[in-house]
């Protein structure tokens, strides 16, 4: 079968490099060789999260953590900030862990402001909050600091931070920003296969976990801390993907981080370039659109699925025609993970060949 690039939101492609450092021989999970791997990684993934806390792993989509903080963290109620598709998901998560669960709603495509948050949070009546710092289905990216600043005011909130598409894109410092948990995902900007998630989370949600009894056993953020002092994993971990987190992260600390968030803000201009020239409208408001994605609006009403059949078709690439009641009226093109200005040209030249024959 021929290749069809992919530039979706996630998964996104993942280089013939990184395969090479996937396909390593297997071992033992419960061995030195394995903990040596995890001791590898380790440092770098602290500076990476801007953390001395422990970097946990989890063979789990991102979903799992996301869970398992509602699980681990939540007592009394917890405050789900939802503005799409996959925020709007943690409400229904909540629920259906048992927990008492409330929405702060906006329209798609808008932000989560702090002080909205700090209106709810000023009733006393919950003691958890999550948010989605970039949420994938509409482009937005929501103001982190402002909103993780608020836990000074609320200190005995749990302050659950997902940031799957928006994590290496732009500068996040866990310790510094003081939130409780932060979480991402393997197949987005780390340019990895799905199935595997990265967390970190504070003392205070250690403290918290230690006093809910019904945790769980798989996502038990005391049994991550205990495995990860010994280097090791609660559970089976997929080793192939962590050796392939051991490659793109030696490539990042390569680069330098500071070059990354540039070359991420660089190349998400170059997608928004092409939808001004072409007369397109974003669908998130400005100051709050994604680094790592772009939601275009289709204002000019074109056939998107036949647009993404073009580019398919001709050019052996594949964008994304909008996420659920998105689907139609907007497409998203992903510039994330281990793109360069020459790849993201060429998806560019690709657009405007294909739009020039709907």
């Known amino acids: 079968m021929s290749h069809v690039k992919l530039y979706i939101p996630g998964p996104v492609e993942v280089s013939p490099a990184t395969f090479a450092a996937m396909a390593q021989p297997m071992m033992g999970h419960r061995g030195k060789g394995f903990q040596d791997l995890y001791a590898e990684i380790q440092p770098k993934l602290?500076?990476?999260?801007?953390?001395?806390?422990?970097?946990?792993?989890?063979?789990?989509?991102?979903?799992?953590?996301?869970?398992?903080?509602?699980?681990?963290?939540?007592?009394?109620?917890?405050?789900?900030?939802?503005n799409g598709a996959f925020s709007d998901k943690w409400l229904d998560v909540s629920k259906r862990c048992g927990k008492e669960a409330e929405a702060y709603?906006?329209?798609?495509?808008?932000?989560?402001?702090?002080?909205?948050?700090?209106?709810?949070?000023?009733?006393?009546?919950?003691?958890?909050?999550?948010?989605?710092?970039n949420e994938t289905s509409?482009?937005?990216?929501?103001?982190?600091?402002?909103?993780?600043?608020?836990?000074?005011?609320?200190?005995?909130?749990?302050?659950?931070?997902?940031?799957?598409?928006?994590?290496?894109?732009?500068?996040?410092?866990?310790?510094?920003?003081?939130?409780?948990?932060?979480?991402?995902?393997?197949?987005?900007a780390f340019a990895l296969p799905p199935g595997l998630a990265l967390f970190t989370a504070s003392e205070a949600a250690m403290k918290r976990a230690e006093t809910i009894n019904d945790r769980g056993y798989y996502f038990d953020f005391i049994e991550f801390?205990?495995?990860?002092?010994?280097?090791?994993?609660?559970?089976?971990?997929?080793?192939?993907?962590?050796?392939?987190?051991?490659?793109?992260?030696?490539?990042?600390?390569?680069?330098?981080?500071?070059?990354?968030?540039?070359?991420?803000?660089?190349?998400?201009?170059?997608?928004?370039?092409?939808?001004?020239?072409?007369?397109?409208?974003?669908?998130?408001?400005?100051?709050?659109?994604?680094?790592?994605?772009?939601?275009?609006?289709?204002?000019?009403?074109?056939?998107?699925?036949?647009f993404i059949g073009l580019l398919k078709k001709n050019h052996s690439l594949i964008i994304d025609g909008g996420y659920g009641k998105l689907k139609g009226k907007t497409f998203r093109i992903s510039n994330m993970g281990d793109e360069t200005d020459a790849s993201i040209g060429a998806v560019i030249a690709a657009l405007d060949d294909s739009l020039s024959q709907l």
């Open 105 to 133: 709603q906006v329209e798609w495509g808008q932000p989560i402001m702090a002080d909205e948050i700090d209106k709810r949070l000023a009733t006393g009546e919950f003691d958890a909050v999550t948010f989605i710092h």
């Open 225 to 306: 801390r205990a495995n990860g002092e010994k280097s090791m994993t609660p559970s089976t971990p997929c080793i192939s993907l962590i050796y392939g987190l051991r490659h793109q992260l030696n490539a990042m600390f390569t680069e330098g981080l500071d070059n990354r968030y540039a070359r991420h803000a660089r190349l998400n201009g170059m997608v928004h370039d092409w939808v001004k020239k072409n007369g397109f409208e974003f669908f998130a408001p400005e100051g709050y659109r994604s680094k790592s994605l772009t939601c275009v609006a289709n204002n000019k009403g074109i056939d998107v699925a036949a």
């Open 46 to 82: 602290q500076e990476l999260f801007g953390t001395k806390q422990q970097v946990f792993l989890s063979t789990s989509s991102a979903w799992g953590v996301m869970e398992g903080s509602i699980r681990n963290l939540v007592k009394k109620k917890v405050l789900n900030c939802c």
């Open 138 to 188: 509409t482009g937005v990216l929501s103001p982190i600091a402002e909103i993780a600043a608020l836990k000074k005011k609320y200190p005995d909130v749990m302050f659950i931070t997902d940031s799957v598409s928006g994590f290496t894109t732009v500068p996040l410092n866990f310790d510094e920003l003081g939130i409780d948990v932060l979480l991402t995902g393997s197949q987005k």
